[in-house]
T-cell receptor
């Protein structure tokens, strides 16, 4: 059972544009939603995270939008740059217990000049 | 460098051999996680430790897999009688219990290829 669904699988965006990646979750017990960035041959790096008590969180060019009623959250990358080309994973966990992360299947983002 | 480190970075082994991977977490972190990532997929949870205690194992972790974290510091993940299906990236992550951010920091991973 895939508890976190991510789309699109791949995304091509022009430099300077906005990249948008979407995720949906099923388990209403999830209360922590991070996004990770992964370059080839590297481990995932934490980018930004949000909790359900806020609907939006912004850090630099990266923004998470969260819709609790729809059980959806999304990552927006403003002014996308070639250096942003990577695979992005959304994830979810519960803050009680083991806090293990359940990941989406990833989005391969390519920023073209 | 104070991040999570893993060793080796790459391992090629023949089917049926045993392999062992090591993870050194961020020094003050008391939780340590192992995940497995196959090509084109997100990481999947395998097991986790709080200090030296192994508190949960995924059903993905067959009897051929064993993990330890002696003295609550570094951890090892051993795979016995490797199979081609074990080929994957094995990722280690650490976090600090009681840190309200719940942030998990990942190491660079060990890529295992079973021939």
């Amino acid at each position: 059972q895939q508890q976190v669904k991510q789309s699109p699988q791949s995304l091509i965006v022009q430099k300077g544009g906005i990249s948008i990646i979407n995720c949906a979750y099923e388990n209403t017990a999830f209360d922590y939603f991070p996004w990770y960035q992964q370059f080839p041959g590297k481990g995932p790096a934490l980018l930004i995270a949000i909790r359900p008590d806020v609907s939006e969180k912004k850090e630099g060019r990266f923004t998470i939008s969260f819709n609790k009623s729809a059980k959806q959250f999304s990552l927006h990358i403003m002014d996308s740059q070639p250096g942003d080309s990577a695979t992005y994973f959304c994830a979810a966990s519960m803050s009680f217990g083991n806090e293990k992360l359940t990941f989406g299947t990833g989005t391969r983002l390519t920023i073209i000049p | 460098d104070t991040g999570v480190s893993q060793d080796p970075r790459h391992k090629i082994t023949k089917r049926g051999q045993n392999v062992t991977f090591r993870c050194d977490p961020i020094s003050e972190h008391n939780r340590l996680y192992w995940y497995r990532q196959t090509l084109g997929q997100g990481p999947e949870f395998l097991t986790y430790f709080q200090n030296e205690a192994q508190l949960e194992k995924s059903r993905l972790l067959s009897d051929r897999f064993s993990a330890e974290r002696p003295k609550g510091s570094f951890s090892t993940l051993e795979i016995q009688r490797t199979e081609q299906g074990d080929s994957a990236m094995y990722l280690c992550a650490s976090s600090l219990t009681g840190d309200s951010s719940y942030e998990q920091y990942f190491g660079p991973g060990t890529r295992l290829t079973v021939t």
